[in-house]
């Protein structure tokens, strides 16, 4: 069943609420890249404000993941999505009374990138407090795509139409507004209390505990590896698309939603098809295909000069995107222990999101040098040239992976004859 995960009433609740904010999230995006490309002309800005808004991620995730695992998660929410609100709110006040400047919105977008930084870990290790059925985790992860890239279908085209029409600042409003809805429904949740250990260590100390944890163990740091290359060279392309909409395509705000639009079509597909699937096993194997389908969709978008093409070449884009960053997420959730999630997961936002901030100033200024069509060509090949490292060692995860899945029901405990006298020695230690 695609929706299994809703039968949890708190995470029904979540996905509701996410389905409308989301929605002004990304009507935001596009006009912010909209409103500074306008200003100034300049690939470099647009890669500055990107840099802006995700650098705080790159410094604080680690943090966030401490405060994960030790503070209320659901508290934790509800602040950080007031506090997006209030930006979003203060952003809208400065372009509607028509006295905003690019400063200002570098301002406003590490404000919103220092929310983010603790938001976006803590959201990631909340679900699994959300769900009733721990079995229902990897279907929940992918709903949670579904709502993002859905949103992600919807926001970029509406507010191409506002833009155009009535300018960048309705959609800033609108946004603020959109908070009100998860707010809410965070509020309404019932949480039961989680048991959390007592804590004798400092911070710093659950940090070395949680690097040694993560990259002494193969899987997780091949899979963290290869998710922020991916992010740091390929996951820019969205900060130059204003650049094709306007210059290679010479469309307007329009051309930039329908661009986009057709990427989250592309992920949407992406995340109905993860939602389906009945389980985690196989899900390693597509973490390196859906690298080479992004980077190859990326590839063939820099060289394509007719809009209807580079549409659908989004669509491929966005459906190999989504695919290898969810099913990277769904990997880690399902073998991570659980007293380190928070802190795992934080490390998963610093490579996804952490890793883009480098990405979008360096693709900004590459693109300024050699233009944005040679830049994402670039972009693709790295993303296809990892994908390709990756597979070369899968065979060695899948066999440190396998014990885990044995432990915890996801594969038959004897599958052959070899493995059961590997088994009857039981699996190791996470």
């Known amino acids: 069943m695609i929706f299994r995960a809703l039968r949890s009433r708190n995470y029904r609740l979540f996905f509701g609420g996410q389905s409308v904010s989301l929605i002004g999230t990304w009507m935001q995006q596009i006009a912010v890249s909209w409103l500074v490309y306008r200003m100034t002309n300049s690939a470099f800005m647009l890669g500055v404000v990107g840099f802006a808004g995700q650098i705080p991620t790159s410094l604080l995730a680690p943090v966030a993941g401490v405060c994960a695992d030790r503070l209320n998660r659901h508290r934790i929410l509800i602040v950080t999505q007031t506090l ?32 983010n930084a603790f938001d976006m870990p803590v959201r990631q290790a909340f679900i699994v407090d959300m769900i009733e059925r721990r079995e229902d985790l990897g279907n929940a992860i992918a709903l949670n795509s579904t709502i993002f890239n859905g949103a992600r279908l919807l926001g970029p085209s509406i507010a191409g139409l506002l833009i155009a029409s009535l300018g960048e600042g309705l959609c800033f409003l609108l946004n603020g507004i959109s908070y009100v809805a998860v ?178 100033l360096l693709a900004g200024a590459l693109a300024s040098q050699i233009g944005a069509p040679a830049t994402l060509l670039l972009c693709g090949i790295c993303c296809v040239s990892g994908s390709l490292l990756f597979t070369r060692v899968f065979p060695s995860l899948r066999g440190m992976i396998r014990p885990i899945y044995v432990r915890k029901g996801i594969i038959p405990e004897v599958v052959s004859g070899v493995e059961t006298a590997a088994n009857l020695s039981g699996p190791p230690a996470d």
């Open 183 to 360: 707010i809410g429904a965070l509020s309404a949740m019932r949480m039961a209390p989680r048991t959390r250990a007592v804590r004798r260590t400092d911070m710093v100390q659950e940090l070395r505990e949680a690097f040694s944890y993560a990259f002494g163990f193969a899987p997780i740091r091949s899979i963290l590896l290869l998710l922020g290359l991916v992010s740091l060279i390929g996951m820019p392309y969205t900060t130059l698309m204003p650049v094709f909409a306007k210059d290679v395509f010479h469309g307007g705000a329009h051309t930039l939603g329908f661009l986009v639009g057709a990427s989250g079509v592309g992920a949407l597909v992406g995340t109905m098809y993860l939602a389906s699937r009945a389980s985690v096993r196989g899900l390693g194997r597509l973490i390196a295909i859906s690298a080479s389908i992004f980077g190859v969709g990326l590839i063939a978008f820099s060289l394509s000069r007719v809009l209807w093409f580079s549409l659908l070449l989004m669509l491929l884009t966005g459906f190999g995107m989504v695919v290898h960053f969810a099913s990277g997420n769904t990997v880690l959730q399902t073998i991570v222990d659980d007293d380190k999630r928070g802190r795992v997961m934080s490390l998963f936002t610093m490579a996804v999101m952490g890793a883009a901030p480098f990405g979008s």
């Open 84 to 115: 997006a609100m209030i930006q979003a709110l203060m952003l809208a006040l400065l372009v509607l009374t028509r006295t905003v400047t690019v400063w200002q919105i570098i301002t406003l977008s590490v404000f919103l990138g220092l929310v």
